[in-house]
């Protein structure tokens, strides 16, 4: 089946520094979404890309849809504390589901 | 409006016992999924319904799995009978439409531990 490969798993970081991560698939996707995930807490949508190439920021968030469609990136400027969680990236299959990533465990020291 | 609820939000029990999850989705949205991470895995997905019907359940482990949508509105899933490998945080989501992924809305999830 289809599967995503995520990385870093996770990443110790100091406040005010960048952050980056990534997805690979070897299969293609026509959606890519990025979540956020709080202790206690379902996924959170950050970010939905849906063209080969797509560049797309929210605030300090800024993801790309590669432009083969297999990949994706999430970058997180001047990280804070409240950055911390997990960051999930996302491809949607042809009938709605979600296939998603191991995730990226963020923890960012003060 | 309200969000996608789950209940319970915990639940622990033993090996061959019986649970049912419930999720209620957002209010007027057809599609509700089910999705389950297993702890260190990624979120995993069981199946989705329309409605009241079941429009894709190829994510569902086994027979000892068991999802109902009676009337469109609430969904449940029974794990009978429960097995170790089992635990994890069971998601639920609903949304409008499928074919935007931005209408996806995530319950808190409902952690299960199987003991």
């Known amino acids: 089946g289809q599967q995503l490969n995520q990385s870093p798993q996770s990443m110790f970081i100091q406040e005010g520094e960048d952050v980056s991560m990534n997805c690979t698939s070897s299969?293609?996707?026509?959606?890519w979404l990025w979540y956020k995930q709080d202790p206690g807490e379902g996924p959170v949508l950050l970010i939905a890309l849906y063209k080969a190439g797509e560049l797309t920021s929210n605030g300090r968030l800024t993801a790309q849809f590669g432009i083969t469609r297999k990949d994706s990136f999430l970058n997180i400027s001047a990280s804070i504390p409240s950055d911390v969680g997990i960051y999930f990236c996302?491809?949607?299959?042809?009938?709605?589901?979600?296939?998603f990533g191991k995730g990226t465990k963020l923890s960012v020291k003060p | 409006e309200a969000g996608v609820t789950q209940f319970p939000s915990h639940s622990v029990i033993e090996k061959g016992q019986t649970v049912t999850l419930r999720c209620d989705p957002i209010s007027g949205h057809d599609n509700l999924y089910w999705y389950r991470r297993v702890m260190g895995k990624e979120i995993k997905f069981l199946l989705h319904?329309?409605?009241?019907?079941?429009?894709?359940e190829s994510g569902m482990p086994n027979n000892r799995f068991l999802a109902e949508r009676t009337g469109g509105t609430y969904s449940t899933l029974k794990v009978q009978p429960a097995e170790l490998e089992d635990s994890g945080v069971y998601f639920c989501?609903?949304?409008?439409?499928?074919?935007?992924?931005?209408?996806?809305?995530f319950g808190s999830g409902t952690r299960l531990t199987v003991v």
């Open positions: 319904f329309v409605k009241e019907s079941k429009q894709d």
């Open positions: 989501a609903s949304s409008q439409g499928r074919l935007r992924a931005n209408g996806y809305t």
């Open positions: 299969s293609i996707f026509n959606t």
């Open positions: 996302a491809g949607r299959g042809s009938q709605g589901n979600l296939i």
